[in-house]
Nanobody
Framework: QVHLVESGGGLVQAGGSLRLSCAASGLSFSIYAMGWFRQAPGRERECVAA????????YYANSVKGRFTISRDNAKNTMSLQMNILNAQDTAVYYC?????????????????WGQGTQVTVSS
């Protein structure tokens, strides 16, 4: 069975940092393009960062550029999102997702494997 499991969410003060991790199992991780998405109450799910299968290409939403860093370790079947200088607008449920076609895209409809999500709450 294919599983993506996120960890590392929590409550942090504005200006602080968190590191999210995504552990993959049951799939050929190295052929998947991966992404981090977030969804706040009443808002659409948005891609905050994406990375291609070999890790050579990355994408960041304008709202997180310069503050978040996405990375992956294909040998360990893991992906991470380092989040710095967090603010209240970063509060959301964060999901990791995989695209089995390896397509470097940002639309959530193009991702076919999803984790259960982890809550990130930033207090101001």
């Amino acid at each position: 069975q294919v599983h993506l499991v996120e960890s590392g969410g929590g409550l942090v003060q504005a200006g602080g940092s968190l590191r999210l991790s995504c552990a993959a199992s049951g799939l050929s991780f190295s052929i998947y393009a991966m992404g981090w998405f977030r969804q706040a109450p009443g808002r659409e799910r948005e891609c905050v960062a994406a990375i291609n299968p070999d890790g050579g290409l990355t994408y960041y939403a304008n709202s997180v550029k310069g503050r978040f860093t996405i990375s992956r370790d294909n040998a360990k079947n893991t992906m991470s999102l380092q989040m710095n200088i967090l603010n209240a607008q970063d509060t959301a449920v964060y999901y990791c997702a995989g695209n089995s076609r390896g397509a470097f895209v940002t639309s959530p409809t193009q991702y076919d494997v999803w984790g259960q999500g982890t809550q990130v709450t930033v207090s101001s």
